[in-house]
């Protein structure tokens, strides 16, 4: 009798600690949440302490939610309209208290999300994952993902059944896909189902096999003028944007200057309506000795900065240095010795 006696104080003890712990430390109890109760949860106050937390909700903003004519009026003006990658939501959470009127969903998660090769590995079930996270955090930036290669290439009914996915269960606001004049019909399709699309041209990374690589486009009087050709067949087919990569800024300005719609341009100077950049790249969020693109500024060195702030965790884990007495849990006095009487009392197991 006096064992199960000790067994049932051994059982009440944590929740009577936790009660009288969280009772001394805080004299409003904290909100209870459906993570924290159970059908088996025995009282309000065994509140469970997690480990981990949600990052916070998006911040709030005072901004008016950017939409297509937001970006229409920017151009009009003249103002440069600014474009940003993330992948997910801690990048466009960023991304999104910084002011970026685009957010771009981009296929170079591959290689700096996911660690692949190149942009071509990377799936549409991949770009929905990340497209929902990164659409919890930009709540007033207008959105943009990537279709992947060989989401829309086959053909236009394709394209629009790839894009109504992205819009409906990546909740973005908009698509992008690369390519000229050949992607016309695909574009028109699209934008017929009231999609709003962003064209690629000048580089196109999907591509780079077929362009012997990641190549600067538009060097030649030839390659300049077909590059004008496809911005043209880009902008009629519906396109209310589109990227112009690695083209000299010399063609950029001009092809932009023959435009109605804003140009977005990576490595392309600063003729064009807009940039954008990896966030990745630009924030230096990398190992030392990765190759850099020419046109890419590194604005900022996050890998340093996490590495250091990792080591000095490593050595102080290993040292005891951490946790110190502010990052535990208090206990009264007498729970402590109430607690040490009763597991003295617990018998030794042989």
């Known amino acids: 009798m006096a064992a199960l006696r000790i067994a049932t104080r051994r059982m009440l003890l944590p929740q009577r600690f936790a009660c009288r712990a969280l009772q001394a430390t805080s004299t409003t109890p904290p909100p209870l949440s459906s993570t924290n109760i159970t059908p088996h949860s025995p009282a309000p106050c065994s509140i469970r302490h997690s480990s981990h937390s949600p990052l916070s909700a998006a911040t709030a903003s005072t901004r008016k939610k950017v939409t297509t004519q937001t970006l229409r009026n920017l151009y009009k003006k003249g103002e440069p309209i600014t474009m940003l990658t993330a992948h997910d939501f801690p990048s466009a959470h960023v991304a999104e208290v910084a002011g970026m009127e685009v957010v771009l969903v981009g296929d170079s998660l591959a290689m700096v999300a996911l660690g692949m090769q190149d942009t071509n590995e990377v799936v549409l079930e991949d770009m929905l994952l990340h497209c929902r996270s990164v659409a919890r955090a930009a709540q007033t930036a207008f959105t943009v993902a990537d279709l992947p290669m060989g989401s829309y290439e086959i053909s236009p009914e394709q394209a629009l059944q790839s894009a109504i996915r992205i819009i409906k269960e990546g909740r973005v606001q908009g698509i992008k896909l690369e390519g000229g004049e050949e992607m016309a019909p695909t574009i028109k399709r699209i934008t017929s189902a009231g999609i709003p699309v962003v064209g690629h041209i000048g580089l196109t990374p999907q591509r780079q096999n077929a362009l012997g690589g990641f190549r600067v486009q538009g060097k030649s009087t030839a390659s300049a003028l077909k590059l004008l050709q496809d911005a043209r067949a880009v902008q009629e087919a519906g396109a209310f944007m589109m990227v112009v990569e690695a083209v000299p800024p010399e063609i950029a300005r001009i092809v932009t200057q023959k435009l109605s719609v804003p140009t977005i341009g990576i490595g392309a100077g ?73 597991v003295d009392e617990i018998p030794e197991k042989k």
């Open 270 to 342: 600063n003729g064009c309506s807009g940039q954008v950049l990896v966030q990745i790249d630009m924030t230096g969020n990398f190992p030392p000795g990765r190759f850099l693109p020419k046109f890419v500024k590194q604005y900022a060195n996050v890998w340093n900065e996490a590495l250091k702030g990792i080591e000095e965790y490593r050595d102080e884990v290993k040292s005891r240095a951490y946790p110190a007495e502010q990052h535990t849990y208090p206990i009264p006095k007498e729970e402590l010795a109430e607690f040490e009487k009763a």
